[in-house]
Each structure stands twice: as structure tokens, then as C-alpha cells.
């Protein structure tokens, strides 16, 4: 089935520095793909909406300037937390529409921890 | 826009228990309904679905009917293992959207 591949599974950084996550649909095109950032107590946000060719769409709240989103091909798409901070410490998950029964297939997510 | 409210978790269970976790949306017309789980340190997974009233989805031993009367999607398994904990997401997408409504998350942990 579709698999979506997200890289790094975790990563720890400093305070003030940025961090790239990847988001690769494998075996399939992606011209959307979707990032999440999972909260505590499990609840999930949509972030953004990555679009090839084109800006992507911030969900109300979520700043743009740090949360940086490139869609670079029909198979990848990156999230750059800029000038991270110990706030920004969390799960974030991609995900990109479904290819068969599923509306949504997710990468296996990114542990960040801002130290 | 649609909603989808689950139950407050955790929900603890002893090995071979009955599960139902407990899924009600809201939404215009009628909606496909998914429960996606999300085991410890991974992304979500699909479960099951069903796109219609009266379907019942069912996978891995897990089932859910979807009920139009009560707008309901609740999820029920008869006898829980170990394995099974994780996290459980009840979500609704409707027509000519690709990106569902999603619940809080049940949290299910099953102990020996």
C-alpha cells in the first residue's frame, strides 16, 4: 500500500537553532501533503497545507515565519522550525492523501525536543 | 464544518476485556466515518471505515457500525490483548474534502 516516509524519527536541538523535517510520499505522488502537530494528551492540529509549485496554506494561529514549508516535487515536502524554542517541542506528523481505502495516509512522525 | 467528539480517556482494561470506545460526530449530509490508531511513537494508522449508514467496518477484531440515528461511530472489540495499546482517533470526512475531522484521540491501555 501507499506509504508515507517522514525523517528524522527524532531529533534534539538547541534553543535558537532550526530543525528540517522530511515528508516523502514513496511509490506515489503527493501534489498535497498535510503536517500535524500532535499536542499532549494526544489531540491532533492541523498546521498546513503543503502544496507543490505553489505557498502553502496555514491553518489560523500557526505562524508562518517559523514553521517553514517547501513543497520541492511531487514527493517531498519539508517542515523547518526556525529559531526553535523549547515551546515548539513536540510531535509533528505529515501525511498525504490516500491512495485506495484511506482518506489520509501518515508518516510514522518526528519527536522534537528543544532543549 | 463537521465535529467529532470521543470519550475522555484513558481507558484501562485488563487483558481479554470488553472495549467500546464511544465516537458521535456532527456534520452536513452524510460523512464517511474511519477509526485510525496510533501506536506508541508512530503515526496514525486506518482501522476501519464505513462510508454509509448501517455499514459496519471491522479489522483486526475491531468493529464499528454507523449508526445515522444517533450519529454514532463507536468502536468495539470483545476481547482486548496488550498489543491493542495505543491510541485511538475517530474521524469524519465529508464530499469533496480530503482532509477529515478528527477527535481528541482515546487513550486504551490493556494490562496483563
Given amino acids: 500500500g501507499a506509504v508515507v516516509s517522514q525523517h528524522p524519527s527524532w531529533v534534539i536541538c538547541k534553543s535558537g537553532t532550526s530543525v528540517k523535517i522530511e515528508c516523502r510520499s514513496l511509490d506515489f505522488q503527493a501534489t498535497t501533503m498535510f503536517w500535524y502537530r500532535q499536542f499532549p494528551k494526544q489531540s491532533l492540529m492541523l498546521m498546513a497545507t503543503s502544496n507543490e509549485g505553489s505557498k502553502a496554506t496555514y491553518e489560523q494561529g500557526v505562524e508562518k515565519d517559523k514553521f517553514l514549508i517547501n513543497h520541492a516535487s511531487l514527493t517531498l515536502s519539508t517542515l523547518t522550525v526556525t529559531s526553535a524554542h523549547p515551546e515548539d517541542s513536540s510531535f509533528y506528523i505529515c501525511s498525504a492523501p490516500g491512495q485506495g481505502i484511506s482518506p489520509l495516509h501518515f508518516g510514522n512522525g518526528t519527536r522534537l525536543t528543544v532543549t | ?112
Avoid at chain 2, 6 to 25: D, R, W
Avoid at chain 2, 32 to 43: C, I
Wanted: aromatic fraction near 12%; hydrophobic fraction near 30%.
Fill in chain 2, 1 to 112: 464544518g463537521n465535529s467529532v467528539t470521543q470519550m475522555e480517556g484513558p481507558v484501562t482494561l485488563s487483558e481479554e476485556a470488553f472495549l467500546t470506545i464511544n465516537c458521535t460526530y456532527t456534520a452536513t449530509g452524510y460523512p464517511s466515518l474511519f477509526w485510525y490508531v496510533q501506536y506508541p511513537g508512530e503515526g496514525l494508522q486506518l482501522l476501519l471505515k464505513a462510508t454509509k449508514a448501517d455499514d459496519k467496518g471491522s479489522n483486526k477484531g475491531f468493529e464499528a457500525t454507523y449508526r445515522k440515528e444517533t450519529t454514532s461511530f463507536h468502536l468495539e472489540k470483545g476481547s482486548v490483548q496488550v498489543s491493542d495499546s495505543a491510541v485511538y482517533f475517530c474521524a469524519a470526512l465529508s464530499g469533496g474534502s480530503y482532509i477529515p475531522t478528527f477527535g481528541r484521540g482515546t487513550s486504551l491501555i490493556v494490562h496483563p
